[in-house]
């Protein structure tokens, strides 16, 4: 396979079914911003202790499905690979309210940062949510009605990175930062 081809140096590259699309053309913003997010989670996981390192890989490798789906509309292509389910989300919402149920409650708004780690998932959580407007924005343009429960996803995922972001304070002893708004 080779890794460069000149195929793509006008601007143009095809999707994973084979299909030619613009650079700029939405669909090919959501691919790339669902990588970038895996990327920044593989980021993620080369810090975090197992357990957590754990869950955020099988987070990555829903993501690769949904960078699939969205890369390819032939049920060939991608085969018995499902799209998002509702499982998915149950499962991250039992993984925040886990880490609720060992940090003391919100009591102001956290400004990112503190130590590397809290802001590398600060990070993440800002480009989870750059991902979930891309794939709306996709979705419709495109008029997809069935990735509602993968943008739900998206979204319960920056849920999850924010409260991921309090435990690394809570269990590396790091004081949150409170937001001082001059008032």
Known sequence: MAIYTKN???GFTRLADGKGVSKSNVRMDTIGDIDELNCHIGALVCQMEPHLAEYLQSIQSSLFV??????????????????????????????????????APM???????????????????????????????WVQEEEKEDYATAIAYLNRLSDYLFMLCRYLHHSLDIPEIPWNSGK
């Open 8 to 10: 793509g140096d006008g």
């Open 66 to 103: 949904l960078g699939a789906h969205v890369a390819s509309d032939s049920k060939e292509y991608l085969g018995n690979m499902k799209l998002i389910s509702l499982h998915d989300i149950v499962a991250i919402e039992k993984m925040i309210d886990e880490i609720d149920g060992k940090i």
């Open 107 to 137: 009591r102001f708004f956290i400004l990112p940062g503190g130590h590397p780690i809290i802001a590398a998932a600060q990070i993440t959580r800002t480009v989870c949510r750059r991902a979930e407007r891309s794939l709306i924005r």
